[in-house]
């Protein structure tokens, strides 16, 4: 015969039911909405996303000629909190400038090669704006200026969130892609020596398929050209 044995909250005591609530309301409190645009923006088709947003009734507007604004950085809280005592503002300044820069050529090169859209230099002749953000970017063993030699081994370099905003000239917001990801091991389970070489190569390979992703989603949608041949 099996016993199972039920605990019933009522004959907890005050204190520790107050603690289970606090602990509940916390949690909820950590799961932030997601950053929208627009507070009109609805849900659509994902396609490899985890969430595309649209206005309502709306669909991907056609692209023909892009302008990609520079992409803005946000390391995440928990990264900040737990490095507190490790990196410089100017590790911050160059984790920033690095990232934005990787992700900004990953997209210029890709949308480029993969579409058959025109990137423009020139904002004003663009009829459409990608204004992307890479956002909770948690670096699992980041190279900070610190003195003396220290090895980093880690399964995956870490993780970040992919958030673009398409925008007409006038700023109006035409749709969103917004993606969170953990970079690849393409070792397996085996651990690798992570330094900033590495992870530069593995968010580069990341970024690399989040525009794969995008320009298949863009080209399956009719919203771009196809490349040229």
């Not at 992870?199 to 009719?222: C, E, K, P, Q």
Request: some cysteine; aromatic content about 10%; hydrophobic content about 40%.
């Amino acid at each position: 015969m099996t016993h199972q044995r039920v605990i019933s909250l009522r004959f907890w005591p005050r204190a520790a039911l107050l603690a289970i609530a606090t602990l509940w309301l916390a949690a909820c409190a950590q799961q932030s909405p997601l950053p929208l645009a627009d507070d009109s923006l609805r849900p659509a088709q994902p396609g490899n996303f985890d969430h595309v947003f649209l206005p309502p009734g709306e669909r991907l507007p056609r692209i023909t000629t892009l302008y990609i604004e520079p992409t803005q950085v946000a390391l995440s809280d928990y990264w900040l909190r737990d490095r507190r005592a490790d990196y410089t503002q100017r590790d911050l300044d160059r984790i920033y400038e690095d990232y934005g820069r990787f992700l900004d050529e990953a997209l210029r090169e890709g949308l480029s090669e993969q579409t058959g859209v025109t990137l423009t230099e020139n904002r004003e002749e663009a009829d459409i704006i990608f204004r992307p953000t890479l956002r909770n970017l948690n670096i699992y063993a980041p190279d900070l200026s610190r003195p003396g030699i220290t090895r980093h081994y880690t399964r995956e370099a870490g993780n970040a969130t992919f958030d673009l905003v398409l925008e007409d000239p006038s700023g109006k917001v035409l749709a969103q892609f917004i993606d969170h990801r953990e970079t690849q091991n393409l070792t397996g389970q085996a651990m690798e020596w992570t330094n900033r070489v590495t992870n530069y190569r593995h968010f580069s390979r990341l970024m690399d398929r989040w525009t794969r992703n995008l320009s298949v989603y863009l080209l399956i949608a009719g919203a771009v050209p196809e490349p040229a041949e």
